[in-house]
């Protein structure tokens, strides 16, 4: 039984030159013809497996680019064609620039419960040089109009380390986002995606990382964010109780996830397969009865074991100690250096070592 859906929508207003995610801009003459693409899609995947969710993720690209009235084509096209009755959270990716009174009414009408707004920054300045196409006023009244709507789990998107931000720039911002009191805020360090502008000007020499400085705005964020009362249950995310991600806890745990729209990953037993990245021929594919399938691998215990342990490790409860088994010097060597601890069965990160999460998930894989 499938218990976890994601839904792939790629179109964007405008392209971010930061963002590594297969997407492109809106063309309105072909979204409705995505639309159906994508509710045929689902049909096909109905024929091989049975359906009944408990989370389901519209991301991007830019869910709320579509028209109101598609994403109420798209959602009763979901009604109609499977089982809702179990579906505890139905998240919404949103850009402050795409929303409207109307649109988060139909989101609402038709079960939505969660939205995951895109802010990343209330620095005007900082929102030009990512490429957004909204103001940090807009995102406030989108915030504000989604609450009006109804929402009552909404996540705020925050991204620090960004080209000649400052340590001030990053607390304003998350003053800000703690003020608007969100259930959730995730917070990304700026990383430099290969196929995008900003990993060409990072190797041009015009952006700059900095480990130390990376380390000070991460653990601002942990002090300030959980001062607040939010609980850093991933490395990236904040939750007040009872409102961490439940489709992402999902992903994390290595559930099985079934994946809908152009380049969507699906992952189900030890088989994992990708939708075609491209949605004219994703189009084409589905609405012909043909899979969108692109490309497909067999995974291994070996496999599965690893990906337990890097995404485990991120998380509050961390690695199954028995799966660090074959790792006893490594796992000794961090517990001396301050960086893992044992919590009952499980491994975790201290909190020194949520900094350098990735490097310890390196070492034991």
Request: glycine share 6%; aromatic share 10%; with cysteine.
């Amino acid at each position: 039984m499938i218990r976890h859906i994601y839904v792939h929508i790629p179109f964007c207003a405008r392209i971010c030159p930061y963002c590594a995610f297969y997407k492109d801009l809106l063309d309105r003459s072909q979204t409705w013809r995505f639309c159906e693409a994508v509710l045929r899609d689902l049909d096909l995947q109905r024929a091989h497996f049975a359906i009944s969710p408990s989370t389901i993720y519209f991301g991007g690209g830019t869910p709320t680019a579509l028209m109101t009235a598609q994403l109420e084509f798209l959602l009763e096209g979901f009604r109609r064609r499977i089982d809702l009755s179990s579906v505890e959270e139905w998240t919404m990716e949103a850009n402050p620039g795409s929303v409207s009174a109307r649109k988060a009414a139909v989101l609402k009408k038709f079960g939505v419960n969660r939205i995951s707004l895109g802010v990343q920054s209330w620095d005007d300045e900082l929102l030009k040089l990512l490429g957004r196409e909204h103001s940090a006023q807009q995102a406030e009244q989108s915030f504000h109009l989604l609450r009006a709507a109804g929402f009552s789990n909404i996540n705020i998107d925050l991204m620090f380390s960004l080209p000649g931000q400052t340590i001030k720039q990053w607390r304003l911002t998350l003053e800000k986002t703690i003020a608007l009191q969100p259930e959730h805020i995730s917070a990304y360090c700026l990383t430099y995606e290969e196929d995008t502008e900003f990993f060409l000007r990072h190797a041009r020499g015009e952006f700059r990382q900095d480990a130390d400085m990376d380390a000070d705005f991460f653990e601002m964020a942990m002090s300030m964010l959980e001062d607040a009362g939010y609980e850093h249950y991933e490395i990236s995310n904040y939750a007040r109780s009872g409102f961490s991600s439940v489709h992402n806890r999902a992903y994390w745990l290595g559930k099985d996830y079934l994946g809908i729209g152009p380049s969507a990953v699906s992952t189900i037993g030890m088989q994992r397969w990708q939708s075609v990245c491209d949605y004219r021929t994703y189009i084409e594919r589905a609405l012909s009865g043909k899979t969108p399938r692109a490309s497909s691998e067999n995974l291994t215990r070996e496999m599965k074991r690893t990906e337990r342990i890097a995404l485990s490790l991120r998380t509050r409860d961390g690695v199954c100690a028995s799966d660090l088994r074959h790792f006893a010097q490594q796992t000794n060597d961090f517990i001396a250096l301050g960086l893992l601890q044992k919590s009952k069965d499980n491994f975790v990160l201290t909190r020194k070592g949520k900094a350098v999460a990735d490097s310890v998930a390196e070492a034991l894989l």
